[in-house]
């Protein structure tokens, strides 16, 4: 494996010859904490705010990211679950994916809704997911979070908080470990081999 820590941010990870850890646990719970702290201040506060994760690490992350604002503000941050696959413009074209139930225990209209999701890419998922969102009500508006952003969008599409840019090649896949789903924190990239579905 060819990878340095000098190398400019993310340039390591074109030079990998196999998986390589980008950000380990610690890492991710800063990237949270920053992310809790600029969606106070651009928010003033948390008043009118819900968070929705997209299934399925979006989810645990949503979780995570509400517990942070709670720490913050005092104040409990209500966080809901989405669920996407059967608004995705690419159905037919990819394997058939579980749905998973979504959980919006909460009235959308009026809300600031926090959208989260592990990784940013095409912008596709997220297509879907404002999709979704709107046949559940009228947020007075929607913000994106995610942990990662890779690039290589294919919709006009950007994060207003984001964990970690980082650059890769379209033959690379970053794939996002939660300990609430994969039994450990972390962020790794891997070669066209491992490579993943775009979303």
Do not use: W
């Amino acid at each position: 494996m060819l990878f340095c820590a000098s190398m400019p941010d993310g340039l390591g990870a074109f030079l990998m010859s196999g998986p390589a850890m980008v950000l380990d646990g610690a890492d991710m719970g800063r990237a949270l904490v920053r992310i809790a702290h600029e969606v106070v201040e651009r928010n003033k506060g948390t008043d009118g705010l819900v968070v929705v994760g997209i299934h399925t690490r979006g989810v645990p992350l949503a979780r995570r990211l509400a517990g942070k604002l709670e720490e913050i503000e005092g104040r409990q941050v209500p966080s809901g679950a989405l669920d996407v696959a059967m608004y995705r413009d690419d159905i037919g074209m990819r394997p058939p994916q579980a749905t998973h139930d979504t959980e919006l225990p909460f009235d959308l209209a009026g809300k600031v809704v926090v959208l989260v999701d592990d990784v940013l890419y095409t912008g596709r998922t997220v297509r879907a997911a404002l999709d979704a969102l709107t046949d559940f009500g009228r947020p007075r508006a929607i913000q994106l979070a995610v942990l990662v952003d890779r690039g290589h969008r294919e919709l006009p599409l950007r994060a207003d908080y984001v964990g970690k840019n980082l650059p890769t090649s379209a033959d690379q896949a970053v794939r996002v470990l939660l300990a609430e789903t994969d039994g450990t924190d972390g962020v790794v990239v891997e070669d066209a081999a491992r490579k993943a579905v775009a979303s």
